[in-house]
C-alpha cells in the first residue's frame, strides 16, 4: 500500500528526524510485550510526540512483528493521519488520545492482553502491590466497568475519569490500559503489573489451601510510595528495559 502524506498537522523535516529514535522505542517495546505474552495480536502501544496534539501508535498487527516504519500517527481528535502500515492504526484511538488529553505527564499508553491481570478484571478484584516490583503501579489497579471496545470519544473519556490519577487500569473482560511518563516506563509497568497479578492470584491460592483464609499481606500505602518511587528511578526503568529487550532479541 502506498503511504499516505500527512493530511494535518504537518511535521517539519526536522520534526520527522526527531521522532524516528520514538518510533523505534515503539516497535521494541511492543516486541517486548509481544514476547512476554502481553499482546493477543489486538494490543497497542503508542507515544506522545512531544510539543504537538499528535501521538504514534503501533498498527494492528502482533507486536512482535511491527517495523518502526510502520507506526502510524493519529492526532488528539482520534483522526487517523497516516497509512504507513497495511493495517493502520487500530480502532481504539480515544483510548489514548483521551489520555493525552487529560494527563499532560502521561508520554506513553500500553493497551494489554495481559492473562492474569484479565482475570482479576472479570473477577472485579483489584491487582494490588505485594511484592516490590508491584510497586511500581504506585497503587492499586482497579476495573472499569465497561467491556465493550473504547471506539468512541464519550467512552474514551469515561475510561479516563475512571483511571485517574493512576498508572493502570483494568477493563472488564477486555485487557486493561498502563500509563507511564515514557515508553519504557509503560512497557514495564505492564510487564511488573501482570507479574503482581500472578503473584497475588497464586499467593491467594496457596494461602486458601494452607489456612483456609484467602488472607493475603498486601504492601501498605507507605511501602508502595517507597518502593515504587525507588523502582521507578529512570535507571532502574531503565535496566529493566534493556533486559526485556535482550531476551526478546534472543527469542
Request: with cysteine; aromatic share 6%; glycine share 8%.
Amino acid at each position: 500500500m502506498a503511504r499516505q502524506a500527512w493530511r494535518c498537522n504537518q511535521l517539519s523535516a526536522a520534526e520527522t528526524a526527531a521522532v524516528a529514535p520514538l518510533r523505534r522505542l515503539l516497535a521494541d517495546g511492543a516486541a517486548i510485550l509481544g514476547h512476554a505474552g502481553l499482546n493477543q495480536g489486538f494490543g497497542h502501544l503508542s507515544a506522545r510526540v512531544p510539543g504537538r496534539a499528535l501521538f504514534l501508535i503501533t498498527p494492528r498487527k502482533n507486536f512482535t512483528a511491527i517495523g518502526a516504519d510502520e507506526i502510524e500517527v493519529v492526532d488528539f481528535d482520534g483522526t487517523k493521519l497516516t497509512t504507513n502500515s497495511v493495517d493502520r492504526a487500530p480502532n481504539e484511538v480515544f483510548i489514548h488520545a483521551c489520555v493525552y488529553r487529560a494527563r499532560p505527564d502521561v508520554g506513553s499508553v500500553a493497551r494489554t492482553q495481559a492473562e492474569y491481570v484479565e482475570a482479576f478484571g472479570v473477577a472485579g478484584l483489584p491487582i494490588r502491590p505485594v511484592h516490590d516490583f508491584g510497586a511500581i503501579l504506585m497503587a492499586s489497579t482497579t476495573v472499569h466497568p465497561e467491556p465493550r471496545l473504547i471506539t468512541t470519544r464519550e467512552r474514551g473519556e469515561a475510561m479516563v475519569q475512571a483511571l485517574g490519577d493512576r498508572a493502570s487500569l483494568m477493563l472488564r473482560g477486555n485487557g486493561c490500559v498502563v500509563v507511564g511518563g515514557t515508553v519504557q516506563e509503560a512497557v514495564v509497568r505492564a510487564v511488573f503489573l501482570e507479574e503482581s497479578a500472578r503473584l497475588q492470584y497464586r499467593a491467594l491460592l496457596l494461602r486458601q489451601a494452607a489456612r483456609g483464609d484467602g488472607a493475603i499481606r498486601y504492601f501498605d500505602d507507605a511501602e508502595v510510595q517507597e518502593l515504587g518511587a525507588e523502582l521507578s528511578r529512570a535507571d532502574r526503568i531503565d535496566r529493566k528495559w534493556k533486559s526485556l529487550l535482550v531476551d526478546c532479541q534472543r527469542a
